[in-house]
Nanobody
Framework: QVQLVESGGGLVQPGGSLRLSCVGS????????MAWYRQAPGKERERIAS???????YYLDSVKGRFTIARDNAKNMVYLQMNNLKPEDTAVYYC????????WGQGTQVTVSS
């Protein structure tokens, strides 16, 4: 089973930036479309960005133009660069495959507040 570990969250003011990282164990990481998800308090988890093994990306409209997903297959890493953060981006952020098939990691908390 692939284990996922997210990091890079924190407290940031509106308009600020954060870069999230996710590392996965195992050889299957590089052959999967990977995605970032987030779950805000009282809301369901939502997929906000994904990236295919070849680098094709998809973004939820609410983050398009502000967030950038990237991956390094050699390092089993996927990243999420988040710019111009808004209070509504506050959530726990997770990475997983496109269909969420692997065990969920602990996530990383992002809090956007002045």
């Amino acid at each position: 089973q692939v284990q996922l570990v997210e990091s890079g969250g924190g407290l940031v003011q509106p308009g600020g930036s954060l870069r999230l990282s996710c590392v996965g164990s195992g050889s299957r990481f590089s052959s999967n479309t990977m995605a970032w998800y987030r779950q805000a308090p009282g809301k369901e988890r939502e997929r906000i960005a994904s990236i295919t093994p070849s680098g094709r990306t998809y973004y939820l409209d609410s983050v398009k133009g502000r967030f950038t997903i990237a991956r390094d297959n050699a390092k089993n890493m996927v990243y999420l660069q988040m710019n111009n953060l808004k209070p509504e981006d506050t959530a726990v952020y997770y990475c997983n495959t496109l269909s969420g098939t692997w065990s969920w990691g602990q996530g990383t908390q992002v809090t956007v507040s002045s």
